[in-house]
């Protein structure tokens, strides 16, 4: 526990105890060889102790990665193409500009490419109505499905794959019922398996809380059949029920009339009721499953020129739940997507393959992920060994690569339009 607490205090290496086993593996050897710089092949404890010391910047074993440079097609080497959305493909107003030219040309020279969003909110199936829809319409033709994959996707695929019979979900939607088609869409029979609510008084939560206690402890002395009791989100910010008469409008019993925790529950956003009842769970051993670590999304008002207003995403609300954990608990805490626990091998393995049936050859060298956050973007590409680049059409900018020494892209970019390879813009590929 001692070593733990030790490790889980510098930035470098509670990082590191957050990835999949064989990516943790390749990213040890790399800090070992950033202390060892003398080729020794060992490293003594003051040596290791100097590199995490409290005055040496966070991340900075990592640091061996050069800074990143401007994007040119014509030397990156990059012959697939993972695709942020959000910031990078569209904002909240409409497709970046040059987006549309982009993708044509991707489409044009059959380049392998995923859009890969961290949305919590919709499926595959939603990201393409909404690209196939004005203002953000990327093709006349829609996108294949094929070429799409969101974390909400890869969520629900962990639970149908990780939940054991008997095991019980409270769901935390913000695109109504939504979920419920893409756990459907992979076991027509989980909802006879688990108990799921979307709703829960004080005294089921409590309930649920010893069970989920109970069985932990069961998992802990090696019952790997034993129930879970899990905090799933399914959202991008704020919570929302489906629409009365809506299908899955009904699932989940409705509390009572004055029932302890009913007010202000779910329908009606993020409540005290809603932040208590997960707090209740999340100590006594539920695992917080979500999304992703994106901590707001932007939200821009005409009357306020060049100014930005931040939209509480799912990432923050983890955060605010984080503190109710135990130590030795973060274990519990499973984002699925980009930059996310979970993310390296749900997300971008899952979306690594889907470049290979496309014709890629899997040549990790050859694949860029674009997006416009540091630390899901380009964490994500880099748990995944693959080339990044940033580009500036969204959250962050380059200059602010020193604020997150533990992820360094390879690239940067104004927007995708600085990606369309030359010969597609002098062939007119890319025109429009």
């Known amino acids: 526990a001692d070593l733990l607490a030790g490790l889980r205090a510098h930035a470098v290496t509670r990082e590191l105890l957050e990835l999949h086993e064989g990516c943790a593996e390749r990213e040890l050897e790399a800090l070992w060889d950033a ?47 993972l695709l942020d959305l959000d910031g990078t493909i569209y904002n909240p107003d409409g497709l970046v500009p ?24 919709k499926g ?13 319409r990327i093709a006349e033709a829609p996108v294949p499905l094929d070429h799409i994959l969101t974390a909400a996707d890869v969520q629900a695929d962990y639970l149908v794959r990780t ?59 090696g019952d790997a059949t034993a129930p879970r009791v899990a905090v799933a989100f399914f959202l991008d910010g704020d919570v929302h029920e489906a629409p ?10 409705p509390l009572a009339a004055g029932a302890a925790g009913a007010a202000g529950y779910q329908g009606g956003g993020w409540s005290y009721a809603l932040i208590k009842q997960c707090a209740f769970l999340l100590l006594h051993g539920a695992d917080l499953v979500y999304t992703a670590d994106d901590p707001f999304n932007r939200s821009p008002d005409a009357r306020f020129a060049g100014a930005v207003f931040p939209l509480p995403g799912p990432g923050m609300f983890a955060s605010m739940l984080r503190p ?60 995944a060994g693959v080339r990044t680049c940033l580009v500036e059409s969204g959250c962050d900018r380059v200059a602010d690569q020193k604020h997150y020494p533990a992820d360094v892209a390879t690239y940067y970019a104004p927007s995708v339009a600085s990606l369309v390879p030359r010969e597609a813009e002098e062939d007119g590929v890319a025109a429009g």
Not at 98 to 121: C, D, E, I
Not at 127 to 134: D, F, N, S, Y
Not at 333 to 349: D, H, I, S
């Open 35 to 81: 202390v060892d710089t003398a080729g020794a092949g060992r490293v003594s404890e003051e040596q290791f102790a100097a590199r995490l010391s409290a005055d040496t910047a966070p991340g900075a074993a990592r640091l061996a990665s050069p800074p990143p440079v401007p994007y040119d097609p014509r030397t990156s080497g990059a012959r697939g193409f």
């Open 98 to 121: 040059g987006a549309r030219a982009f993708y044509a040309s991707l489409v044009a020279q059959g380049v392998p490419h995923v859009f890969l969003s961290n949305t919590g909110a």
């Open 124 to 136: 595959r199936e939603g990201v393409q109505r909404k690209l196939a829809t004005p203002p953000f």
């Open 163 to 221: 939940m054991p019979r008997g095991s019980r979900v409270l769901v935390v939607s913000g695109g109504g019922a939504f979920w419920r088609t893409l756990l459907d869409a992979r076991d027509p029979h989980w909802f006879a398996r688990w108990d799921v609510r979307t709703r829960l008084d004080d005294d089921e939560a409590k309930e649920w809380a010893m069970a989920a206690r109970h069985w932990r402890a069961e998992r802990d002395a």
């Open 244 to 253: 009365a008469g809506a299908p899955g409008s009904d699932f989940g019993a």
């Open 324 to 383: 109710v954990l135990p130590p030795g608990a973060l274990d519990r805490l499973l984002c699925c997507g980009k930059g996310g626990r979970l993310g390296a091998e749900l997300m971008m393995e899952r979306a690594v393959r889907m470049l290979v049936d496309q014709g890629h050859s899997g040549n990790r060298d050859e694949i860029l992920m674009v997006g416009d956050r540091f630390v899901t973007d380009v964490r994500g590409g880099s748990h």
